[in-house]
């Protein structure tokens, strides 16, 4: 499983630059780059992961490994609205705390219409190898996608009855897993028969991460 800081030594290897270059490139030191590659820097800033995105030519999702998609988006300085909802498990199983507001993202980061995503804040610390606890994540809303797909390897909200969790997903021919990814070792993967999890509702996928804009 490819993490932040391994994608970001793949992307540095396949256009030849050395750490210092790549700092250079976004204006940051080589030590930075060093740290951000072993994944000792847990929350890298927006505007790094905006700039380095731009310098790879990837996504920002993709960077994050939220997302195995590398579509590149053209930046841009617009801002747009959407719907929050409250709060999801980064756990177990649990009850969400609802709540409805409006928070603004850029645009870049949506690959359609902004009607398609919303957000939601972490909750628990089973993700924060790559969601940090208290962190907002932009979801993109299945029950509004002609063709909802969610792969092996996406970061996706779970519905089991009233309750929500936020998992990264793994699928076999029987077995489908939702595993965690955290610096905590109490955290297990959840894993299901192929049947009993179709039974369970797939809310959407997370496509970005974010601590405040």
Aim: aromatic share 10%; hydrophobic share 35%; proline share 3%.
């Amino acid at each position: 499983m490819e993490t932040m800081g391994d994608r970001i030594k793949r992307l540095r290897f396949e256009n030849n630059w050395t750490q210092e270059e790549l700092g250079n490139r976004v204006g940051l030191k080589r030590a930075a780059i060093n740290k951000y590659e072993k994944g000792n820097v847990e929350n890298m800033r927006r505007s790094v992961v905006e700039k380095m995105s731009s310098v790879f030519g990837v996504s920002p999702s993709y960077l994050m490994a939220l997302d195995d998609s590398n579509t590149f988006q053209v930046e841009s300085d617009v801002e747009i609205s959407l719907n929050y909802y409250g709060t999801v498990a980064a756990g177990i199983f649990e009850e969400s705390t609802t709540a409805y507001d409006q928070m603004k993202i850029p645009a870049t980061i949506l690959r359609e219409d902004p009607e398609k995503y919303f957000i939601l804040k972490a909750n628990g610390d089973s993700m924060n190898k790559v969601i940090a606890n208290g962190h907002y994540v932009v979801v993109e809303d299945f029950s509004k996608s002609d063709d909802p797909i969610f792969t092996s390897n996406d970061i996706v909200i779970v519905k089991n009855g009233s309750e929500h969790t936020m998992k990264r997903v793994r699928k076999t021919d029987k077995m489908v897993h939702l595993e965690p990814e955290s610096y905590i070792d109490e955290f297990e993967t959840q894993s299901f028969p192929i049947d009993d999890f179709n039974e369970l509702q797939i809310i959407g996928k997370v496509i970005y991460s974010f601590k405040q804009f």
